[in-house]
């Protein structure tokens, strides 16, 4: 086989990066790169744990998905496979350490993210980002894990609905039923936190 | 040093390798074979049922003085709808575990694993196996006559008009001895225009033939009969 430039590495998509990997395993640097920052953010917004134990938990990920490259499917997205072990992982780590809430900052910077989940509860952003971005965070802490997770994917990690299905292994049905849920548990969970959000009146 | 770089030294230090594709097609191939097994043997438990259920007559309710509701909720075979329902979870469970079960409703694998498993069941019924594992386990599954209703308990009962068994003397199709099932004790059967149902017809007994009969006790050893129907 050629030997390929990074150039053309970068260039490629995760699926065909999987086969090259399975090919010449040096290649799964590449899709460690491309992961890293996304993976490494999801798992601190659905886990509550540290920094630390958040690279360690995306460290077990990874050498999970390496040792797990061949029962790939390619029918699914690469980044819902991964997704899924990531979420597993987070499972399997928080009954590993019983991890307590920490103060972890969920949301840096009320982005386009925020701004949608918002705008689909008919909520009007009354704050500035910061605010915006830590008021969302206080409510988000505070909600059952189910709804949370469900909102981190569509909203902070823009997710489609077969994304969050193949990755929460759900079906598609379940997910909007869930999503709905999400939603009204969060706007609840907003007023009983006090949260400064401006709902705007149906 | 970044994770991804951490990790890709950790892998090659540990000499870590991906895990052979077979591993992945042998697994889900048992999953598959798990589902493939629950669905024949939940074919296998419907087809003892139908049979059961095929097996009683219906309308003999009125001389075990029940109403029909009573009547059905004896002959339900309870043990067997127990262990259709185990089965049927099992095989909602191992189709859960293949690589896309996850993508469809609980209702609708429960749905399609149940009219696979009537299919299934139907065409063994046709078959003959319902009577054959019924057979199977009166033989060698203790208990098994008590947990479930079998219509020989209904038809050895003579004072309430019921009776069971093998002619044994034939005289014509108004007049013959049979043993019953129950304890082999003889009995003269009589009546006048009996009716003979099919496919069982009025003619010279064979050796063994086994009937069912509807009419009444005279005394202990003679029953005036009023109809005749085929054993099985």
């Known amino acids: ?202 | 040093m970044t994770i991804s770089e951490k990790t890709f030294a950790a892998i090659k230090e540990q000499k870590i390798t991906p895990k052979p594709r077979w591993e992945f097609i042998l697994k889900d191939s048992v999953v598959w074979v798990m589902f493939s097994l629950a669905l024949i043997v939940e074919g296998m438990l419907v087809s003892v049922t139908i049979f059961l259920f095929s097996d009683q007559d219906w309308d003999i309710y009125n001389k075990l003085e029940k109403n029909i509701v009573e009547y059905a909720l004896i002959i339900v075979p309870y043990f067997w709808l127990v262990l259709m329902a185990i089965f049927c979870g099992l095989a909602w469970l191992n189709f859960r575990q293949t690589k896309k079960g996850y993508r469809f409703h609980t209702y609708l694998v429960v749905l399609v694993s149940g009219v696979s498993g009537l299919i299934l069941g139907t065409t063994f019924f046709y078959f003959g196996l319902g009577n054959k594992i019924d057979q199977l386990f009166t033989a060698k599954v203790p208990y098994y006559e008590r947990m479930v209703c079998h219509k020989s308990e209904f038809w050895e009962q003579p004072k309430l008009g019921l009776l069971a068994g093998e002619i044994v003397l034939w005289d014509g199709p108004d007049r013959f001895v049979i043993k019953d099932f129950d304890n082999g004790n003889e009995w003269i059967v009589t009546g006048a225009q009996v009716i003979w149902r099919e496919p069982y017809q009025p003619g010279p007994p064979g050796p063994r033939r086994k009937i069912k009969l509807i009419g009444s006790q005279i005394n202990d050893n003679t029953f005036r009969v009023l109809e005749v129907r085929p054993w099985q």
């Open chain 1, 1 to 202: 086989m050629p030997p390929i430039s990074p150039k053309d590495l970068l260039q490629k998509n995760d699926e065909d990066l999987v086969k090259l990997t399975l090919e010449n395993q040096e290649l799964y640097l590449y899709l460690m790169r491309r992961y890293e920052p996304k993976l490494l953010r999801y798992i601190l917004r659905i886990s509550n744990v540290s920094e630390a134990e958040a690279e360690d938990v995306l460290q077990d990920v990874f050498i999970k998905a390496f040792q797990h490259l061949n029962e790939f499917d390619p029918d699914l997205k690469f980044s819902s496979w991964i997704y899924r072990i990531t979420r597993n992982q987070v499972i399997s780590n928080y009954r590993k350490i019983k991890a307590r809430p920490q103060t972890v900052e969920l949301i840096e910077e009320a982005g386009t993210g925020v701004e949608k989940l918002l705008s689909d509860l008919d909520i009007e952003e009354a704050l500035n980002n910061h605010e915006l971005a830590l008021e969302v965070e206080k409510v988000l802490t505070a909600m059952d894990q189910k709804y949370k997770e469900v909102l981190v994917l569509k909203y902070l990690e823009d997710k489609s609905y077969q994304e969050i299905s193949d990755i929460l292994k759900k079906p598609l049905g379940t997910v909007a039923t869930l999503l709905n849920r999400a939603k009204q548990a969060f706007k609840k969970q907003a007023t009983v936190q006090g949260v400064n959000f401006a709902l705007v009146e149906a």
